[in-house]
């Protein structure tokens, strides 16, 4: 019998799942996960010793894998993003609010982290739950909402010019392959769930269609404070062993560079996505 445990996180969302081997997971298991992952937008599972292929056939589970252009693979492992940062290196990969592959014009589902070295203290992983800050919104705010397309690229981030992507080289590269601008509802539909998200972020929205750059950026100012409520939020705190699923369409995510001078490497495998309308 499967010893299967969801124990809610502090606060509004997330959950974490305790009595699974992430290697061998059960269907009916997997279903589980798969709801709770849903019903959360992000999950966790400690104590798991998942080997590389192990982290690619689980993450296979959820969909085909997305093989990020711009990240650096594992060795012999190209499906495997690197998450590094040396003691030497001052600017983490991530660390501040954002949404993976926004700037697609199909962005990835999500993302399943596996935490490979972690620093003695720090280095937590900040998720914010874009659903629950767009049901707080009043109905005629929303509503205004769901009429509005916004751009995302990743030219500003990612690109030769960026100052992040100098700050990160070495880690992150390709950056002539940033090039990718989308537009997306400002207000999506999960394509699973069907519930309604606030689909605007911090790291690749550049604008709202057909408005000035001024009047954009009050909005997404207005937006981005408000998702940035504590009551939206919550820390993840990594141990040796632990492994995060999120998504990309329901959360964004924000790697908190607190442990200068130590190492921290994970590993990311992403899953690719479908259209957001
Ligand atoms: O290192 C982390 O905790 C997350 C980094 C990040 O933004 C990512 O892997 O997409
Ligand atoms: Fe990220």
Redesign the pocket.
Known sequence: MSQLEIRKMNGGFGAEILGVDLAQLSDPEFRTVLDTFHRHGVVFFRDQALSPEGHVRFAERLGPINI?RF?QSVENYPMI?E?R?EPDQKV????AW?T?HSYDEVPALG?V?VARELPDSG???LFANLALAFDALSSGFQEMLETLRAHHSSRHVFGAQAKYSKEVSGRIGNAEEAVQDSIHPVVIRHPDTGRKILYVNPGFTIGIDGWTDTESQGLLRFLYDHAQQPQFQLH?D?RPGSV?L?DNRTTW????NDYQGQR?L?H?V?VEGTPLS
């Open positions: 990020n990240f993003a998450v940062k983490n990969v991530g660390g954002h993976d993302s982290l280095g937590d992983t993840f990594w995060a999120w995510h924000n790697a908190v921290r994970m990311r992403t």
